[in-house]
């Protein structure tokens, strides 16, 4: 026995020597070269609400649709380069009108069956029909199959924009006629064009996938399946990743990510920007000298640094700056501090000193941390203000009945386009505030239309313009996303819109 | 006889009569209050469903699929009606209630059986210690731990046993409930030893007053003299007469339990219809928090019912007062 485990241990440091000396460490050769095999488990913080991705509105779905659903199109986890999927290629005519895609022949569905032509088609129907985002796609006007593998966008209007959305999971490829099962049945069990198919769930418990034997890209994915868990309590995904009963933890609260250890978490800037709306409708507010003094008053830079755990910029635009053609404006210094301006402002507003309230979901995220953080820089300035803590339900219904003063407040961006945000802005009321829409509804709609990307940033520009002039949406900070990732799990990189393809992913020996 | 036979079985059709008497009220008050209290809280179902980025009019379209749209009180004829047929209604996702509770009431289950059998095993033989060695050190420990239990907060025990036992030994999952014999015996340990610690301080205190009130009765005494000892002294002479105010006493924790499986099935993540009682009132899920507390409320009631039978058996005396 000792015999052998010395000379074990003899020709693993002579591997070790002669690994070193060529350059490749052994342990880096094995950590490197991707292996197929093994089951990834991956804590989702809330439960998925729909297989449906037209009626499904929490970010728990799309986690897991990314995995599910194929695509025209892929794209690269930072957002910014987009690659072929379900299509190999694609062209635009040259008035822009027209946009071709072909598809790739190893495109297939997960029973075995071609995606033509026709599933697109169909599918379009759905994304445009009755669905919670129809309006991602209003500048297609029909779609054309001249062939099985060519499919024709009309455009009513060129909309660059359009291909970023159609790598979202939103855009999922279904087949034609939901492959023969009713909308209800198919939508219990989707068959499907990604890297996984479902192979077992039990309602806000677990989704268990496996393997497509019929993926697109050969060789992929390298893992046998995914097994989803809900774990709504941080505590508990906390301990069932040290337990290594995850390996992957979606969205870690940035307050709870030092805990994961200092190798273990992940982290990129993300879509989601930490706002403080102030109401523009109706009360003392309602004076945009005064949101301005709140704005001036707040030092930006001791905020990020203190209020997020380092897990944060300073938010210089309200459309988040890692989405494709976001732009801030040239006047747009949002990051300004001046106490004294701001004094002068609360004083020629004639501000009495009226208690302000400014609330926080006390239930979620860094917002009610930087809400306190931001209430002795706003007193410093004359004002007064209460903090309150409201849970997110409470808070969500306020804002829709504009019962708030000022409220801090985290937004996503969905998805790769300024369009998506400016949609939801125009939705909200400006984002509760009351504030008027007409440069955003404006914007929304030279973007749409836009036939180059400099037209749409163009549109960015001014709306973000209006935005500052306004001062009732105030960006205090782009955060980060984390992700806790255990040191078997390779070839994981953050990504910028809270969704990833795990068909890279592999798990290590 | 046979006029004895006809009262004892009038006797029971009365009781039993009277127990879902007991129940329908009951249920008939929770559901009100519980409907009541969904109206009163802030947001919308069909906005919370849909999401911030949905227009008024898909809102409008869902609230009027749920039947949100029309009045309270036609909203609440509407659900009593279809709960007198037995139809718990859809989830706000679509998703039928009684599938919902399906799927998650065997969990419920067995945490409410393990956690009852673990506080009963460990209340009985700690009373017991304390009331044998009254006063002496054995007993300040016990009643000291006792004390110390009374005050800890459920989530707490059981972060503390996951931390300090779960984690370095990996004996017990963390979390969840395993699915073959042998997982789900390991995986119920931790969840169940928790509840226990937090119900069985009570029942401790309670037993052991009733044990040393018994133990120097007169009755045992005399049982002593006539030469009766051990199991034939501790069974029929002790336990017998010193259990009536603990089972009581357990049967209304265990009715309490029904209420306090929501902190354990948080704390351990178990997917059960006490963690399916906060999500779904998270999201104003109105069918599916009615359906769980009517469950919960028939399980309390029955609870005290079967508590209420076995002091009447371990006491006659009880059922004629």
Known sequence: MAVTALRRHFIGLAMLCSSVLAGTPVWAEEADIPRQGGTLHIALTNETDSWNPQKAVQTASYQVFTQVYGTLLRTSPDGRDLGPGLAQS???????????????????????????????????????????????????????????????????APDVTLLNILASANAAIVPKDFGGLSAADFWQRPISAGPFVIDAESKGQTISLKRNPHYYEPGLPYLDGIEYLVVPDENQRLLQYQNGDIDIVNSVDVGAAAQYGPDATVSALSATVNFLLIQAGSGPLADVRLRKAATLAIKHADLVAGGYSGQAQQAVSVIPQVVTGARTCGECDWGRTDLDEAKRLVAEAGYKGQPLSLAAPSDAGPELLAAQAIKPMLEAAGFSINIEAAPSLVLADRLEKGDFQMVVLNVSSQANTPSDMLGFIVSTGYLYTRADTAKAVAALQAIQSADDRGKVEAASMAFEADAYATHSTVPLAALNDIYAVSARVRGFQAPVFATYVADRLWISQ | MGFKAGNRSDHLAWRLGGWLAQLAFSILILVLIVFVLTQVAPGDAARLRLGPRASQEEVDVLRKQLGLDQNILVQFGSYVGRLARADLGTSINGEPVSEVIRQRIDKTWWLLVGTSVFSLALSFPLAWLSAYYRDRAIDHVIRFAVLVALFMPVFWIGFLLIRFLALPTGWFPVAGLGSSPMELLRSLVLPCLTGAIAMAPILVRSLRSSLIEVISADYVTVARSLGIRGSALLFRHILRNALGPTIALFSLNVGYLFFGIVILETTFAIHGLGSQLVTASIKKDVNVVQAITIIFAAGVVLANSCGDLVVRWLDPRQGSR
Not at chain 1, 133 to 154: G, H, L, R, W
Request: a negative charge; aromatic letters at 16%; hydrophobic letters at 35%.
């Open chain 1, 90 to 156: 694609y062209s635009y005519d040259e008035s822009k009108s027209h946009l071709t895609f072909k598809l790739s022949p190893k495109a297939t569905f997960s029973n075995g069956t071609a995606v033509t032509s026709a599933d697109v088609k169909f599918s379009y129907s759905l994304w445009a029909g009755d669905s919670l985002y129809a309006q991602y796609y209003s500048s297609i006007k029909s779609v054309e199959t001249p062939d099985p593998s060519t499919v024709v966008f009309i455009l009513s």
